[in-house]
């Protein structure tokens, strides 16, 4: 009886214990200052879908909105950190928050995706945040 008792409270600890490791998936708002087209959208679109698929990285989904210049990315935290996601969308050539684009990918981009510092952006007259029909 002793012994049943005994594995009945080693059983529901170890339950309890998955349970207690189980976190709820997060929400966080990335800055996105150069994400204003819909040809950056799909760009940053494909390259996440790509970065999920390969690598089961913990990012569940994304939201961009184009309006604002931000990005909503919901992610599992015990797989992922939002450095992480910071630096996918660098390597994606996008600024995010404080990290810079990568070099290389940022150069790949069209001129509307670029800073505007550098002479990218919208172009006057050419609403971007709306795909053209």
């Given at each position: 009886?002793?012994?049943?008792?005994?594995?009945?409270?080693?059983?529901?600890?170890f339950?309890?214990?998955?349970?207690?490791?189980?976190?709820?998936?997060?929400?966080?708002?990335?800055?996105?200052?150069?994400?204003?087209?819909?040809?950056?959208?799909?760009?940053?679109?494909?390259?996440?879908?790509?970065?999920?698929?390969?690598?089961?990285?913990?990012?569940?989904?994304?939201?961009?909105?184009?309006?604002?210049?931000?990005t909503?990315?919901?992610?599992?935290?015990?797989?992922?950190?939002?450095?992480?996601?910071?630096?996918?969308?660098?390597?994606?050539?996008?600024?995010?928050?404080?990290?810079?684009a990568?070099?290389?990918?940022?150069?790949?981009?069209?001129?509307?995706?670029?800073?505007?510092?550098?002479?990218?952006?919208?172009?006057?007259?050419?609403?971007?945040?709306?795909?053209?029909?």
């Amino acid at each position: 009886m002793k012994r049943m008792l005994l594995l009945a409270v080693i059983l529901v600890g170890f339950s309890v214990a998955t349970f207690a490791q189980n976190r709820k998936p997060e929400w966080a708002t990335i800055k996105t200052p150069s994400l204003r087209c819909w040809e950056c959208k799909k760009r940053l679109e494909d390259y996440m879908a790509r970065e999920i698929a390969q690598t089961e990285s913990g990012i569940i989904k994304t939201q961009i909105n184009l309006l604002s210049g931000t990005t909503r990315v919901q992610y599992w935290p015990d797989r992922v950190n939002l450095n992480y996601i910071q630096t996918a969308f660098a390597n994606a050539g996008f600024d995010a928050d404080d990290i810079k684009a990568e070099p290389d990918s940022y150069k790949k981009l069209p001129p509307a995706c670029k800073r505007v510092e550098e002479g990218g952006g919208p172009q006057k007259g050419k609403p971007c945040h709306m795909q053209p029909f």
